[in-house]
């Protein structure tokens, strides 16, 4: 019984190469969430998909960055361009789909992205 | 909008003292989760608690106890004699419909031996 699993766990990118993190929800999880944690900071929600549907991006940055989570495969986020200020740390989290919508969310154990 | 305000940034204590983490939230949602997440050194989220809007009783798992009291919107974590390896980040966070999750800056924990 996986957790959420997330790949790679660390990853070096020079400014201006692409960056795409994955993330494989827990078996029978139909939500996928994406947060970002920068450096000594809280987390903060970027993005809520469901299978080949993005529900919420209301905290994505507008440009250069992208979500999927196709109908087969783990959920994407693609970030083109990077710069220094996208270092961080970026988790992963899903959940079970229930009428109410208030379930817990599984973090994975996250992707440290650092631009040099 | 949702916030979640944890007012210490920094605690630091000796082991075998009780110490308190403090949470107040703001949500114009009638249901809601509030949650407390632990993030060692190591940097993985450790789910420590979930609590939903309508249950106000408090809870205690071994050294750590939870005070929620919705009358003043507050959620507070104990740990009663703390240990060197509580030293952590602790994070208090707020669900509502949709289940995104409204994160606190975090209470970095540090205990000395």
């Known amino acids: 019984n996986a957790g959420v699993m997330q790949n790679p766990r660390h990853l070096v990118r020079r400014r201006g190469q692409e960056a795409r993190l994955r993330c494989s929800p827990m078996?029978?999880?139909?939500?996928v969430y994406w947060y970002r944690q920068l450096p000594e900071e809280g987390l903060k929600f970027m993005v809520y998909?469901?299978?080949?549907?993005?529900?919420?991006e209301s905290g994505m940055p507008k440009e250069r960055f992208s979500a999927e989570f196709p109908k087969e495969g783990p959920s994407i986020l693609r970030i083109q361009q990077v710069v220094r200020g996208d270092s961080a740390a970026y988790f992963c989290?899903?959940?079970?789909?229930?009428?109410?919508?208030?379930?817990?969310?599984?973090f994975g154990q996250g992707t440290r992205l650092t631009v040099v | 909008a949702q916030k979640v305000t944890q007012a210490q940034t920094e605690i630091s204590v000796v082991e075998k003292e009780d110490v308190t983490l403090d949470c107040v939230y703001e949500?114009?949602?009638?249901?809601?989760?509030l949650f407390w997440y632990k993030q060692p050194p190591s940097g993985e989220l450790v789910f420590l608690i979930r609590?939903?809007?309508?249950?106000?009783q408090n809870e205690i798992s071994g050294r750590y106890s939870w005070n929620f009291q919705k009358s003043t919107s507050s959620f507070n974590f104990t740990i009663t004699a703390s240990q060197v390896v509580d030293s952590a980040v602790y994070f208090c966070?707020?669900?509502?419909?949709?289940?995104?999750?409204?994160f606190g800056g975090g209470t970095r924990l540090m205990v000395k031996p």
């Open positions: 609590r939903n809007s309508f249950d106000e």
């Open positions: 966070a707020l669900s509502g419909a949709g289940n995104m999750l409204t």
């Open positions: 078996k029978g999880h139909s939500h």
């Open positions: 989290a899903s959940s079970p789909y229930t009428p109410t919508a208030l379930t817990e969310a599984f």
């Open positions: 949500t114009r949602d009638t249901t809601y989760y």
């Open positions: 998909l469901q299978k080949e549907n993005i529900i919420d």
